[in-house]
């Protein structure tokens, strides 16, 4: 599988990668993370951009275009010749508000603090798995269930043989 491909097929590709970056490191992976957690509460792609460049441009629009400022070599990316639209202000908040009379998805203030610092530009200051297994939104009311109390499903070797006797 190429890096084209993969750069094409996925939706939670951190914006290191997509600006040319060739370091592959666990921070990557944190950035995933982060989307992810974000999909959860609205039930969509936070940023769903349709090409490479869309894309960046959508993680611009909420976080905010980066400088060398809060990203340390940004400039040096290759990708970075691009001329995006400069947005300066950090909109996530927005998106996940801790209180929402119309509906909208809330993340209380643990919570954003451990999105934020999964979506953090800089990769080298993005929170890292040990520091966010600690983080303190896993200790928010409610607390998750045990692994005792988790549903559990049938083997797919078994879910074929019941299929098989009700196709007879």
């Not at 800089?122 to 109390?149: G, M, N």
């Not at 559990?152 to 006797?165: C, G, I, N, S, Y």
């Amino acid at each position: 599988m190429t890096m084209s491909y993969f750069l094409r097929s996925y939706k939670k590709v951190a914006p290191e990668l997509l600006l040319g970056s060739k370091q592959y490191s666990t921070a990557i992976d944190m950035w995933s993370l982060g989307c992810i957690m974000a999909e959860m509460l609205p039930k969509e792609p936070l940023f769903n951009g349709k090409s490479e460049i869309d894309q960046i441009d959508k993680i611009y629009r909420i976080l905010g275009t980066p400088n060398d400022t809060i990203w340390p070599g940004f400039s040096k990316l290759p990708g970075v010749k691009v001329n995006f639209v400069k947005h300066q202000y950090n909109l996530l908040r927005k998106k996940f508000p801790p209180t929402s009379f119309t509906g909208a998805p809330v993340l209380s203030d643990a919570g954003f603090d451990l999105l934020n610092k999964l979506l953090t530009y800089d990769p080298d200051k993005r929170i890292t798995v040990e520091a966010a297994l600690k983080h303190d939104w896993f200790r928010e009311v409610p607390l998750p269930k045990s692994k005792e109390f988790m549903p559990t499903f049938p083997a797919q070797h078994a879910q074929d043989r019941r299929m098989r006797r009700v196709f007879q």
